[in-house]
T-cell receptor, first 113, second 113 residues
Framework: DQQVKQNSPSLSVQEGRISILNCDYT??????FLWYKKYPAEGPTFLIS?????DKNEDGRFTVFLNKSAKHLSLHIVPSQPGDSAVYFC????????????FGGGTRVLVKP | DGGITQSPKYLFRKEGQNVTLSCEQN?????MYWYRQDPGQGLRLIYY???????QKGDIAEGYSVSREKKESFPLTVTSAQKNPTAFYLC????????????FGDGTRLSIL
C-alpha cells in the first residue's frame, strides 16, 4: 500500500505563475515531511521540509503547507521559473522509525516560458 | 567539496553475476541509505545503516546485500538472486538523529546484458 501519494503525475504552468504540488499520506505516525527536486539521471536535491508541529514553512520562492487533519501537504513555487522544470517528490518519515523516508511517486513539472 | 559520490554512473551486468555499487560520503554523516528508482516511480528503500557495523533491511531488501565497515562507505551488492535488477540506484546520507534531510548522490544506472 502506498503510504505517500502524489496523485498528479504532471503539471504544466506558465513562467511567472504559481506551481502547486500536492501530496497525501495515510500513516498518522509521520511527523516530518520533505520535498525533493530531481532532474533526469541525477540524484534528488533537497528543497524544503516541515515538522508536524508547524503548518507552514517558507524558503524563498518555496512554501510548504501541512494540513495534519487532512493528512495533506502541498508545495507552492512562486514565481515559477523555467529552471524549476523537473520531477518533484514528497517524502515523509516517522520518529519511531528512525530517519527512514517514504516517497511519493513524483510529479513532473513543466514551466513554459 | 563535501558530498556523496556514487560509482560507476553506468553499470552492465550479465545474467547470474553479482555486482557491487560504490557509495562514499565525506559529510561525516552517521546514517547512509540505498534506494532504487524504477521508471515513472518513486524511490524505494533497499537497506539503511544508522551507524558503522550495523544495517537494517528496508522495504525491498531481497536480492541485495550491504556492508558498513567504514563511516564513509556503504557499498551495495546486487546479487544474482535479484530477479529484476535493472533500475536507477541512489545512495543517500544524513545526520543520524531524526528530522534531518537526506542528501543524495547522482546515482548508478544498472542494466542487464
Amino acid at each position: 500500500d502506498q503510504q505517500v501519494k502524489q496523485n498528479s503525475p504532471s503539471l504544466s504552468v506558465q513562467e511567472g505563475r504559481i506551481s502547486i504540488l500536492n501530496c497525501d499520506y495515510t500513516n498518522s505516525m509521520f511527523d516530518y515531511f520533505l520535498w525533493y527536486k530531481k532532474y533526469p539521471a541525477e540524484g534528488p536535491t533537497f528543497l524544503i521540509s516541515i515538522s508536524s508541529i508547524k503548518d507552514k514553512n517558507e524558503d524563498g520562492r518555496f512554501t510548504v503547507f501541512l494540513n495534519k487533519s487532512a493528512k495533506h501537504l502541498s508545495l507552492h513555487i512562486v514565481p515559477s521559473q523555467p529552471g524549476d522544470s523537473a520531477v518533484y517528490f514528497c517524502a515523509a518519515s516517522a520518529r519511531a522509525a528512525g530517519n527512514k523516508l517514504t516517497f511519493g511517486g513524483g510529479t513532473r513539472v513543466l514551466v513554459k516560458p | 567539496d563535501g558530498g556523496i559520490t556514487q560509482s560507476p554512473k553506468y553499470l552492465f551486468r550479465k545474467e547470474g553475476q553479482n555486482v557491487t555499487l560504490s557509495c562514499e560520503q565525506n559529510l561525516n554523516h552517521d546514517a547512509m541509505y540505498w534506494y532504487r528508482q524504477d521508471p515513472g516511480q518513486g524511490l524505494r528503500l533497499i537497506y539503511y545503516s544508522q551507524i558503522v557495523n550495523d544495517f537494517q533491511k528496508g522495504d525491498i531488501a531481497e536480492g541485495y546485500s550491504v556492508s558498513r565497515e567504514k563511516k564513509e562507505s556503504f557499498p551495495l551488492t546486487v546479487t544474482s538472486a535479484q530477479k529484476n535488477p535493472t533500475a536507477f540506484y541512489l545512495c543517500a546520507s544524513s545526520i543520524s538523529h531524526t528530522n534531518q534531510p537526506q542528501h543524495f548522490g547522482d546515482g548508478t544506472r544498472l542494466s542487464i546484458l
